[in-house]
């Protein structure tokens, strides 16, 4: 099957314009979640979908930072306007239920540069 | 979430065994232990997965005490291809809840 798909993998914006990720989960997967890794940090958590829904957006940043999940399929991830310290790999992830012995199932991720 | 402790870094070489323990004192009653592996510029690959005593698969094994306050993942022969960062992550203790990363143990293995 197919796996998790994010894109752009590479994104260099200037500091105030606005960039759109987005993540291609898993396909069933009612899950989505997206993580964020700042240059020599940990991988931080960010927000995670249950279908169409927010079922948790306790790790976003700000209110620059808005996630849609429209239909329940794929996800975008909006920054408006980036500010540098929004540099950073951004990783999406799906599960259907995380606890089947399969986990979280990762994309490779959006490298974000704001210069 | 409970919070885990592992090394920052281990070394080996090619042919030995592996084990990277992780501790995880608060972990809850229903809470999982997970564990994955991350290469440089790719998002990280869930390895194995146990809830308590031995998990085997066919990359690693997962050995997990009765008090289940600690982990061990163990990786039987090691390739320069193993080298990469090993999260260990404890949850979610329900379906769908966000798992949250620590700092990883980097494992570099020489020949």
């Known amino acids: 099957e197919a796996g998790v798909t994010q894109f752009p993998s590479h994104s260099v914006i200037e500091k105030g314009q606005t960039v759109t990720l987005r993540c291609d989960p898993i396909?069933?997967?009612?899950?989505l979640y997206w993580y964020r890794r700042v240059m020599g940090k940990e991988i931080k958590f960010l927000l995670h979908?249950?279908?169409?829904?927010?079922?948790?957006e306790s790790g976003m940043p700000n209110n620059r930072f808005l996630a849609e999940r429209t239909g329940g399929t794929y996800s975008t991830l909006k920054v408006q306007p980036a500010e540098l310290e929004d540099s950073g790999v951004y990783f999406c992830?799906?599960?259907?239920?995380?606890?089947?012995?399969?986990?979280?199932?990762f994309g490779s991720g959006t490298r974000l540069t704001v210069v | 979430l409970a919070k885990t402790t592992q090394p920052i870094s281990m070394d080996s070489y090619e042919g030995q065994e592996v084990n990277i323990t992780c501790s995880h004192n608060?972990?809850?009653?229903?809470?999982?232990i997970t564990w994955y592996q991350q290469f440089p510029s790719q998002g990280p690959r869930f390895i194995i997965q146990?809830?308590?005593t031995k998990v085997t698969n066919e990359v690693a094994s997962l050995f997990i005490p009765a008090d289940r306050k600690s982990s061990t993942l163990s990786l039987p022969r090691v390739s320069l291809s193993d080298t990469a960062v090993y999260y260990c992550?404890?949850?979610?203790?329900?379906?769908?809840?966000?798992?949250?990363f620590g700092k990883g143990t980097t494992l570099s293995v020489s020949s």
């Open positions: 146990g809830y308590k």
């Open positions: 396909s069933g997967h009612d899950n």
């Open positions: 992830a799906s599960s259907q239920d995380p606890r089947d012995g399969y986990g979280y199932t």
């Open positions: 979908f249950v279908k169409e829904s927010k079922q948790d």
């Open positions: 608060n972990i809850a009653t229903n809470d999982y």
């Open positions: 992550l404890v949850g979610p203790n329900q379906a769908g809840t966000a798992l949250i």
